[in-house]
């Protein structure tokens, strides 16, 4: 039996709290979680398109959008969160959310029956929920039809109406047989209910649900990709969902995949290896990130997307590829379709600088991108570059509040990953005033380590920073220690501060052009002359496979004084490339207008200094017992000379099978 547990998250500031947080949970995969059967998407086996509809050896396969099973929508607000509002606002009852999410509906022959095969996101009991299908057997839409009863739905022209109500909460699984119809093509609808009736999820929706809402508003558009859904129900009519059957097609075993989804901005889902403990639900579990103390103020770190299933908001812009690839980390009580579903970030970012723009679920609307969040957003990075002509010298981190903190922590980890970042009001790590240890208190919400620890690593990562003069989360006296850390690095970054402007004054006004500008030409730098680092183990998560151990052509740091809170910092540069070193300017100021008047402080890259190749390595270690450096990415070759600083014996291994053993202290030779 599958552990479960059924709490609810408590949004932050102004959105309705539905109870308690869980205490922190032990992270890792879920043992006790079922690999559940599902058909392998003809065209890419592990994520979809949700909405999608294809042929699988014979099988009809339709594959759902997930966390879509909200219902009918009234002009009722729904409680769920003022950033992350669904177009419908039907609840389960207490202790059975998201038991009717449909995955995916398989429709298969067996003998003179029809086989439907449904896989639901969560069950909890096998009598929580019903399955509704309808078969129009003459195809025709004028004969037929009416109320779905005991379901409360209807459409046009069927004939068979079959209702499943009994599911395996083992297997999350509801499934049956109707008489195959006579006729070699018919039509097929489903729905998936709660036992009283009440429709929560329609199939057979195609891959362009809407996701419009704006913290809600109007009624009837949401974030969640079921506009359309939502306002059928509403309706009381779903004729216009539904799929034509072929039956020569299912006994003839074809495999034909999904027509190709164009460009524009859609749901895409992966399966995750991971599900977070009790494995399936929408129930919110607490994290690591609790405030850093005993103040407490609502935004700390929870996990509430539990199972295998992985939604994110993905915007395809209409120009050819290869493109670049945005990421747009959401902020705190937002969600996968926040700030994509904006017209004006789809032609900034989209169209005008030929991006795919990312925003991952992050486990929920608080995951604050370390543990099971960043395990998602990892996988959705690659999820996404494994599906569509990514360029991976184009690829950006960015975020907006929370998001801004995950942007900062994102491009500190994996500064070989991005050319870029853009940071929307992002708070560092702390949110009551500069870097940690200033102040006898600090509040780090549901961050996991606090960025200014790492701002260094970023030498190589230009940075757009919007920020909010009237910013009443993220104000002036935590902007401008941000803005010193950025300058005292003296590389190329710009501080944008508008006035008037408030913490969402960006996002309620949808207009990105100077930042989208600012990073249309970067591109990633590869195995630079001068690599920074800094990392620690209580960064990552070795049970989720999150280990922060390398940059460029630096890896494998290992600690050497067994402290898991303690830094690694490692500062090295090779010559053996010879490659120029970037110049940079004074630091400078501009102004401007948009979205509303701005003043900005900036240095940036204006030139190059050649400098000689010679085959030498010089650098400064504190906390390191071995790292491992690519020889090759170095240009270092045998007979490196070398001049390095450690305070703790390290071993230092070469790709090439070197190895250099240093003592404490300054070390000086050739290796």
Known sequence: MKLRLATSVALFLTLTACGESQKPVSLGPDPTAPVLPIAKNCASPQSWIGGITELCNGKLVYRDYIYDDHGASDTTFNGIGALSSPAGNKTYPAGQGNTADLVELQLSINGDQLHVRALLNTLFDAKSTLLGVTIDTDNNANTGGGSWAPLVASSQGWEVLKVFDTGDPETNLIEG???????????????????????????????????????????????????????????????????????????????????????????????????????????????????????????????????????????VPNKPGPHGMQMAFHGSGANLASLINAPGMQ????????????????????????????????????DVERNYPIDLDRVFAGGYSQGGYITYRMAALYPQRFAGLVN????????LNTPAGELPITYTAGGVGDNFDLFGSL?????????????????????????????????????????????????????????????KDLVRVKNPAHVIYRTADFLGNAALEIVHDRAYWVSEIRGSNGDPQAFQDVDFRSYGCGKSEPQFSASGQGNGTGPVPWVSTFIRQIGETPVAADNRLDGTLSNVSSLTIDAAGACLSPGTKYHISSDSPVVIKFSDGRVLTLAAGDNSGVI
């Not at 709660?194 to 362009?208: E, H, L, S």
């Not at 030929?354 to 990075?381: C, H, T």
């Not at 929307?424 to 949110?431: E, M």
């Not at 003296?490 to 500008?517: C, I, N, S």
């Open 177 to 315: 047989d109707i008489p195959l119809p006579s006729s070699g093509k018919w039509r097929i609808q489903a729905a998936l209910a709660k036992a009283d009736g009440t429709v929560m999820n329609v199939a057979f929706r195609g891959p362009n649900e809407g996701a419009a809402g704006v913290y809600g508003l109007p009624p009837g558009k949401g974030v969640w990709f079921e506009d359309k859904q939502a306002l059928a129900l509403m309706n009381g009519d779903i004729s216009e969902f539904g799929a034509e059957v072929n039956v020569a097609d299912l006994k003839a075993g074809v495999t034909r995949a999904a027509d190709e989804v164009g460009p524009g901005l859609h749901e895409r889902v992966y399966v995750s290896d991971y599900t977070v403990p009790p494995g399936e639900g929408t129930s919110c579990v607490a994290g690591r990130g609790d405030g850093g103390g005993t103040l407490s103020i609502g935004f700390e770190q929870e996990f509430c997307f539990l199972g295998r299933y992985q939604p994110y908001g993905i915007y």
């Open 347 to 382: 032609q900034a970012f989209g169209e005008g600088v030929n991006r795919i723009i990312v925003v991952p679920s992050a486990r929920g609307p608080d995951g604050y991108g370390s543990d099971f969040s960043e395990r998602d957003l990892l996988d959705v990075m690659d």
């Open 424 to 431: 929307w009001v992002g708070f560092p790590g702390n949110l």
């Open 459 to 519: 030498i190589h990562i230009p940075a757009a920073l919007i920020y909010a003069a009237a910013d009443e989360l993220v104000p002036i006296s935590v902007q401008v220690p941000i803005q010193q850390a950025f300058e005292n690095k003296g590389t190329a970054y710009e501080y944008f501060l508008h006035a008037p402007a408030e913490h969402l004054t960006f996002v309620l006004l949808d207009q990105w052009e100077k930042e989208a500008a600012y990073t």
